[in-house]
């Protein structure tokens, strides 16, 4: 019996020591890959803004001067304003994600706009808009998205800021006005909301962000 005993008792002692090895391991390559998640998410969310605002023009750290916004005319939720800066002087916000009403679901964008008002760029992140019609909006289906760069509240004038079928300057698809309807006043309330908020925006200490934007 005492044999029996030391037999058992070595089994567990073995047992629990795989158990520990095994949970040890699976901890680790957790950790691991969770590391390499948040890294590529990272880097996916920095080549977006680099599209909008070259990198040459920045050297602070975008994750880490950034405040969140609530604000219903351009987002449901809460949004974040990632600060933009050379030697510490203000280079441009961005706005992520920043969300235009759409035909099935929210369309999130991020935009960029330079200290002086104009636009870096808009870029769509993600949407549920019809394929073929308004998924025009994105950049890998057409141009049209790019031709916010450089525009700003003065130019077009803001009584333009449409698209042309409502007397504005912006194209529209053929058979889905109501994307880039929507995406364009969108873009504009944006404009606006930074020139009535500019002050703030880069004045605002900066929050410690929770977690790695997913764009």
Do not use: C
């Not at 949970?23 to 977006?48: M, P």
């Not at 990198?55 to 880490?64: A, G, R, S, V």
């Not at 929507?182 to 873009?187: E, F, G, I, K, Y």
């Amino acid at each position: 019996m005492p044999e029996l005993k030391r037999n058992i008792f070595i089994s567990a002692a073995i047992l629990g020591i795989f158990g520990i090895l095994g949970a040890t391991l699976v901890s680790l390559t957790w950790t691991a890959t969770a590391e390499r998640i948040a890294l590529n998410q990272k880097q996916a969310f920095l080549n977006n803004v680099f599209k909008l605002i070259d990198k040459e023009e920045i050297d602070n750290d975008l994750l880490t001067d950034v405040i969140t916004l609530h604000a219903p005319s351009l987002a449901k939720t809460e949004f974040k304003a990632y600060r933009a800066r050379k030697a510490g002087k203000p280079v441009a916000v961005i706005f992520s994600p920043v969300q235009a009403p759409g035909y099935a679901s929210p369309i999130n964008l991020m935009v960029g706009i330079r200290h002086d008002g104009t636009l870096g760029g808009v870029r769509v992140l993600s949407h549920m808009e019809t394929p073929g019609l308004g998924d025009k909006i994105d950049a890998e289906r057409s141009d049209w998205i790019l031709s916010f760069t450089g525009k700003s509240l003065g130019n077009p004038p803001l009584e333009q800021w449409k698209v042309k079928k409502d007397g504005g300057v912006f194209d529209q698809f053929t058979g889905a006005t109501i994307t880039p309807r929507s995406v364009v006043a969108t873009v504009r309330k944006a404009l606006e909301y930074y020139a009535r908020e500019k002050e703030n925006l880069f004045k605002a200490p900066a929050q410690k962000l929770d977690e790695v934007p997913m764009h």
